[in-house]
C-alpha cells in the first residue's frame, strides 16, 4: 500500500509521502539506541513532567489534530475530538502512577536468607510499535505513554493511510521535552518490517492489527527472542437477556456496533438476544440503527462517516451478499451509498446459519449480526463460538447470570451492562486468535520491563 492520506469522504488523494531509505532507516535505529542510554537515566519525575506536557500539547492541538484524523480516515469529528481527549487523558494517567505502578517488589528476604530481596522493573530498551488506523491516535498513545514513561523508547510504523498521524505523534514527544529519537514515526512500508523486528537494536515489538500479520511478527520476534505484545481484532458478542434494561441495551448496542463508523476491534458485533425479548429488541435496535444520519464526517450532526478505504467497503458487501444468498434476512440497510466516498449505512441481518461467513467472521463496519437464543447456555455456546476472544458485553440484572457470564465467556474483557471500552486503568487484551499479552493499566507499563530479582547478603 502506497503511503498517501486519501480522503475516505471523497476518494481524493491529498498527499502521497515516500518512504525513507534504507540510510534514513538505519540513522532513525541508531538515534533510537542513543535516545535509549539517555532516556533510561532519567527519573519518573523528569519522565512525568515531559508526559504531562504532552498531554497538554495534545490538548492545544485538539481541533487541529481532530481535523487531520477525519481527513485520514474519515471517523467523525465529534469522535475525533474524543479521541484526541482520550490520549491526552492516557498520558496524564501514566505520568502521574508510572512510578507508583513500577515500584520495587518486596519479597521475604529472611526466606531467602537475604538482608533484601526484592523485583524491580527496568526498561527493556527499543521497543518497535505496528499500529492500525482505525483509532490512530489512542492506539499508539496507549502503547507509548507507559512505553516511555517506563523509560523505554518506541519506533512507530504506523498504517499506510495515516501518515499525517503519524508524522504528528513523531514529533509530539519530542516537543514535549524526551531526548531527540526517544519516539519517531518510520514511513515504511510492510515489506519491511521484519529487517526492524530482527535488528539487533529493537528489544521488543507490539502490533495491533490483523491476525495473519500478528502470527508473521510474533513468528519473527520468536524466532530472535524478543518479546512481543499482539492485539488481532474480535468479534465481539453482545448478549441481552429477560432481566435486562431494554431501552439502555439497545442504545447502548447501536453505539457498540457503530462507534468509529463500525470499525473498532471492541465493538459488539455479534448481538445474541434472549427469545422471550428478541422481538422488542429487534425493534429497538433497528429503529435505532435506521435513525442514524450517514453522511460528511466534518459536519457535526453526522453520525457515521465513510469506511476508511475502499477494501474496508468491499468486504462489508461480500459478507452481506453471503449471507443474503444463503437465507440471511436483511432488517435494513444493507446496500452501499450512492455518490463518491466510501459509505455504507448501518446495517443489522438475522437467521445466520453456521454456514454463513458473518456467523464466525469479524466486520469491520456498520454491520450487525443478530441471533436469537432459548436460554443462558446457548447464550454462552454461542458468543464463544469463534475464534476470537477479545471482549463481550452481558447485559442481565439477574446475580446468577451475572456470575456465568463473568466465569464462562472466552473473553479478554466482559463488561456487564455496558459496552467494551478500553480505560488508562484497566488492562485490555485478548485470548485465542485475539492475541495475548495487555495493554494499559500496570500490566501494560510493565509488558516492556525486566523483571529483575534482587538479592542482597548480609
Avoid at 526484592?118 to 527499543?126: H, I, N, S, W
Wanted: aromatic content about 8%; proline content about 4%; overall charge negative.
Amino acid at each position: 500500500m502506497a503511503i498517501t492520506t486519501t480522503n475516505p469522504a471523497t476518494g481524493e488523494t491529498v498527499k502521497v509521502f515516500d518512504e525513507i531509505s534504507d540510510e534514513e532507516l538505519e540513522r532513525c535505529l541508531a538515534r533510537a539506541e542513543t535516545a535509549f542510554r539517555r532516556q533510561r537515566k532519567t527519573t519518573f519525575e523528569q519522565r512525568s513532567a515531559w508526559m504531562s506536557q504532552a498531554a497538554a500539547l495534545l490538548d492545544d492541538d485538539q481541533a487541529s489534530l481532530a481535523a487531520l484524523m477525519t481527513l485520514e480516515m474519515g471517523k467523525t469529528l465529534r469522535s475525533a475530538r474524543a479521541e484526541v481527549a482520550k490520549c491526552a487523558r492516557g498520558c496524564r494517567y501514566y505520568a502521574e502512577h508510572a512510578e507508583a505502578l513500577l515500584a520495587d517488589e518486596p519479597a521475604d528476604h529472611a526466606a531467602v536468607g537475604a538482608s533484601a530481596a526484592y523485583a524491580r522493573y527496568q526498561p527493556l530498551g527499543v521497543v518497535l510499535a505496528i499500529m492500525p488506523w482505525n483509532f490512530p491516535l489512542w492506539q499508539v498513545v496507549r502503547f507509548a505513554a507507559p512505553a516511555l514513561m517506563a523509560g523505554n523508547v518506541g519506533l512507530l510504523k504506523h498504517a499506510s493511510n495515516v501518515p499525517q498521524t503519524a508524522l504528528y505523534l513523531s514529533g509530539l514527544f519530542e516537543r514535549a521535552g524526551f531526548p531527540e529519537g526517544a519516539f519517531h514515526a518510520l514511513l515504511i512500508g510492510s515489506s519491511r518490517v521484519e529487517r526492524v523486528v530482527r535488528d539487533r537494536r529493537v528489544a521488543a515489538v507490539t502490533l495491533t492489527g490483523s491476525g495473519p500479520a500478528g502470527a508473521a511478527v510474533a513468528a519473527v520476534a520468536g524466532e530472535t527472542i524478543k518479546p512481543s505484545v499482539l492485539e488481532l481484532g474480535g468479534s465481539d458478542a453482545f448478549i441481552v437477556m429477560p432481566s435486562a434494561d431494554l431501552e439502555a441495551a439497545a442504545a447502548v448496542a447501536t453505539t457498540a456496533r457503530c462507534q468509529n463508523n463500525g470499525q473498532s476491534c471492541i465493538a459488539g458485533k455479534r448481538f445474541i438476544v434472549h427469545e422471550a425479548i428478541a422481538d422488542e429488541f429487534e425493534r429497538r435496535f433497528v429503529e435505532n440503527m435506521t435513525a442514524l444520519v450517514v453522511g460528511d464526517p466534518m459536519q457535526e450532526t453526522t453520525d457515521i462517516g465513510p469506511l476508511a478505504t475502499s477494501a474496508g467497503r468491499d468486504d462489508i458487501e461480500e459478507l452481506v451478499a453471503d449471507a443474503v444468498a444463503k437465507g440471511a434476512k436483511v432488517l435494513c440497510g444493507g446496500e452501499r451509498l450512492p455518490g463518491p466516498g466510501w459509505y455504507y449505512p448501518p446495517t443489522v441481518i438475522t437467521g445466520l446459519t453456521a454456514d454463513i461467513r458473518l456467523y464466525s467472521e469479524e466486520s469491520f463496519g456498520p454491520l450487525a449480526a443478530l441471533f436469537r437464543v432459548e436460554n443462558i447456555d446457548e447464550a454462552i455456546e454461542l458468543a464463544n463460538a469463534t475464534d476470537f476472544g477479545l471482549g463481550a458485553s452481558a447485559w442481565t440484572n439477574d446475580d446468577d447470570e451475572r456470575r456465568r457470564f463473568v466465569s464462562d465467556l472466552e473473553a479478554g474483557a466482559v463488561f456487564v451492562n455496558g459496552m467494551v471500552t478500553s480505560y488508562p486503568e484497566l488492562p485490555f487484551g485478548g485470548v485465542k486468535t485475539s492475541g495475548y499479552g495487555r495493554e494499559l493499566s500496570a500490566q501494560g507499563i510493565r509488558a516492556f520491563c525486566n523483571l529483575k530479582t534482587v538479592w542482597v547478603g548480609a
